[in-house]
């Protein structure tokens, strides 16, 4: 297994979200005092909080909501996002699946150590997480959730995480929508995938959308919403860009505009070009017209 380690509150590494429950403790207590963690430490300190998006859900899901997590996390984590869960059955492991079916990193959040996977039927999940992603807590390796209560602690730092949360499916009562209610009060965004009236797993959706969520259809939908956020928040101050979104973003630069001449005129596969447009559209830098082609914005402008 990986070997572990740890991030102290104060660090530079530390998640940027979660300092935001060190500034709002009422909401639901204060930030970790410290993350463990086992795989790769850099996910979450070197990502924008714009590109960090947490899918939550039931534990008994339905077909449908299994298909639809699944759907998400791998649309997402291919358009550049990381995908952040808690690795429990259903929602959440789909979620992973996803992800890390589209070759993508992805992140879960346990209720104990890192290195204890919980539930004990997703072991096979847990090995694949720490190969290519990580899995972080609160709490010390070999340390068991000390109770019920754990897991609303948990689901407290994935939303914190996350600029963006989706709830798939839900009942009335589910911890997914402690997760959800913490993105509310701390200001994020919360989506959530609708089901049948009758259903008791859409009730938790439901509800959520009823005091403002918004109501997502796919993969697009929580993208349209993500390139706003990323739009603001790329204003804030943060490391380069990695080598192959400076590259895509020079050659807009240079006034090619449409994904086909961007691609060839530059050293990358035309579905890294693809992704690198996405990423640079939810952060900020480009925008796109009707018609596909793409643009610098005035953040763009700055960076150069």
């Given at each position: 297994?990986?070997?572990?380690?740890?991030?102290?509150?104060?660090?530079?590494?530390?998640?940027?979200?979660?300092?935001?429950?060190?500034?709002?403790?009422?909401?639901?207590?204060?930030?970790?005092?410290?993350?463990?963690?086992?795989?790769?430490?850099?996910?979450?300190?070197?990502?924008?909080?714009?590109?960090?998006v947490?899918?939550?859900?039931?534990?008994?899901?339905?077909?449908?909501?299994?298909?639809?997590a699944?759907?998400?996390?791998?649309?997402?984590?291919?358009?550049?996002?990381?995908?952040?869960?808690?690795?429990?059955n259903?929602?959440?492991?789909?979620?992973?699946?996803?992800?890390?079916?589209?070759?993508?990193?992805?992140?879960?959040?346990?209720?104990?150590?890192?290195?204890?996977?919980?539930?004990?039927?997703?072991?096979?999940?847990?090995?694949?997480?720490v190969?290519?992603?990580?899995?972080?807590?609160?709490?010390?390796?070999?340390?068991?959730?000390?109770?019920?209560?754990?897991?609303?602690?948990?689901?407290?730092?994935?939303?914190?995480?996350?600029?963006?949360t989706?709830?798939?499916e839900?009942?009335e009562?589910?911890?997914?929508?402690?997760?959800?209610?913490?993105?509310?009060?701390?200001?994020?965004?919360?989506?959530?995938?609708?089901?049948?009236?009758?259903?008791?797993?859409?009730?938790?959706?439901?509800?959520?959308?009823?005091?403002?969520?918004?109501?997502?259809?796919?993969?697009?939908?929580?993208?349209?919403?993500?390139?706003?956020?990323?739009?603001?928040?790329?204003?804030?101050?943060?490391?380069?860009?990695?080598?192959?979104?400076?590259?895509?973003?020079?050659?807009?630069?240079?006034?090619?505009?449409?994904?086909?001449?961007?691609a060839?005129?530059?050293?990358?596969?035309?579905?890294?070009?693809?992704?690198a447009?996405?990423?640079?559209?939810?952060?900020?830098?480009?925008?796109?017209?009707?018609?596909?082609?793409?643009?610098?914005?005035?953040?763009?402008?700055?960076?150069?």
């Amino acid at each position: 297994m990986s070997a572990g380690w740890q991030i102290a509150l104060g660090s530079p590494d530390y998640p940027a979200g979660l300092r935001d429950l060190e500034q709002r403790p009422e909401v639901a207590g204060p930030a970790p005092p410290r993350l463990w963690g086992i795989g790769d430490r850099t996910l979450l300190s070197d990502r924008d909080q714009a590109l960090v998006v947490t899918i939550v859900g039931s534990r008994r899901a339905s077909v449908y909501g299994v298909t639809m997590a699944e759907e998400l996390g791998f649309g997402l984590a291919e358009a550049g996002l990381l995908v952040v869960s808690g690795m429990a059955n259903g929602i959440d492991a789909a979620a992973h699946r996803g992800a890390l079916e589209a070759g993508k990193s992805t992140v879960a959040v346990l209720a104990g150590g890192p290195d204890v996977p919980y539930p004990a039927s997703q072991r096979d999940l847990h090995r694949r997480l720490v190969r290519r992603g990580a899995v972080v807590g609160e709490r010390r390796p070999g340390t068991a959730a000390p109770g019920p209560w754990a897991f609303a602690h948990r689901n407290r730092i994935m939303a914190a995480m996350a600029e963006t949360t989706v709830v798939v499916e839900a009942a009335e009562r589910s911890g997914s929508l402690i997760s959800a209610r913490v993105a509310m009060e701390l200001g994020r965004r919360v989506c959530c995938v609708p089901g049948r009236l009758t259903a008791s797993l859409a009730a938790g959706p439901h509800g959520l959308i009823r005091d403002g969520a918004e109501l997502i259809r796919g993969v697009e939908d929580v993208l349209d919403g993500a390139i706003s956020i990323g739009a603001l928040s790329a204003r804030r101050p943060g490391p380069a860009l990695e080598a192959e979104l400076a590259e895509v973003l020079s050659l807009v630069e240079q006034g090619r505009s449409t994904p086909d001449a961007i691609a060839s005129a530059a050293t990358l596969s035309p579905s890294s070009v693809a992704v690198a447009l996405v990423r640079l559209e939810l952060l900020g830098y480009l925008r796109c017209d009707s018609i596909g082609r793409y643009e610098r914005t005035s953040l763009s402008a700055r960076a150069a």
